[in-house]
């Protein structure tokens, strides 16, 4: 069964606008991770967050996490036309890897 | 390179005629997984390897067998593929549990 729920499953903003995509869990975790797929292809680590963390940055990509309401945001900041793919959460608990459904981010030009 | 790689990439087969779809790595990862991707469903973990010998099941086992004799490979098993089975296949290395995984390009399944 599925562990993270993202939300929105669907997102289409223009160039240069901010993208934000949720994702909810259900039990507690060691760590969250945030992961790319480009249409069939295989999926691309973008940033891990540990239990104990609340926010973490890479680049454009901001990611929070707020385990009293088993939560985590990602945000794309500027973001571009090759920002187009499904972004899928990920959560981590002794060694129990759940993703979710994912949410399919296009980005128009 | 650092990869991992599966083959093959694309597979149809009949139902019940025995498959192995095999995933290498060559980053010296102790732990490898398989996922199956489907519409609306997401990822959904079949079986894991923490180490070499070591195996345990995922989500969604049935149907499926691994090994991991040596630390580099993680073959997935259809003993009697049936068309349930049809899916996107992925495998995955760690360096440790929990931590970052590397992905496959993936292996498109299709049971007839």
């Known amino acids: 069964s599925q562990q993270g729920e993202e939300d929105p499953q669907a997102l289409s903003i223009q160039e240069g606008e901010n993208a934000t995509m949720n994702c909810s869990y259900k039990t507690s975790i060691n760590n969250l991770q945030w992961y790319r797929q480009n249409s069939g292809r295989g999926l691309v680590h973008l940033i891990l967050i540990r239990s104990n963390e609340r926010e973490k940055h890479s680049g454009r990509l901001r990611v929070t996490l707020d385990t009293s309401k088993k939560s985590s945001s990602l945000l794309i900041t500027a973001s571009r036309a090759a920002d187009t793919a499904s972004y899928f959460c990920a959560t981590e608990n002794n060694n129990d890897m759940r993703f979710g459904a994912g949410t399919r981010l296009t980005v128009k030009p | 390179e650092a990869q991992v790689t599966q083959n093959p990439r694309y597979l149809i087969t009949v139902t019940g005629k025995k498959l192995t779809v095999t995933c290498s790595q060559n980053?010296?990862?102790?732990?490898m997984s398989w996922y199956r991707q489907d519409p609306g469903l997401g990822l959904r973990q079949i079986y894991y390897s923490m180490n070499v010998e070591v195996t345990d099941k995922g989500d969604v086992p049935e149907g499926y067998k691994v090994s991991r004799k040596e630390k580099r490979n993680f073959p997935l098993i259809l003993e009697s593929p049936s068309p349930n089975q049809t899916s996107l296949y992925f495998c995955?290395?760690?360096?440790?549990?929990?931590?970052?995984?590397?992905f496959g390009p993936g292996t498109r399944l299709l049971v007839l």
């Open positions: 995955a290395s760690s360096p440790g549990t929990g931590g970052t995984q590397y």
């Open positions: 980053m010296n990862h102790e732990y």
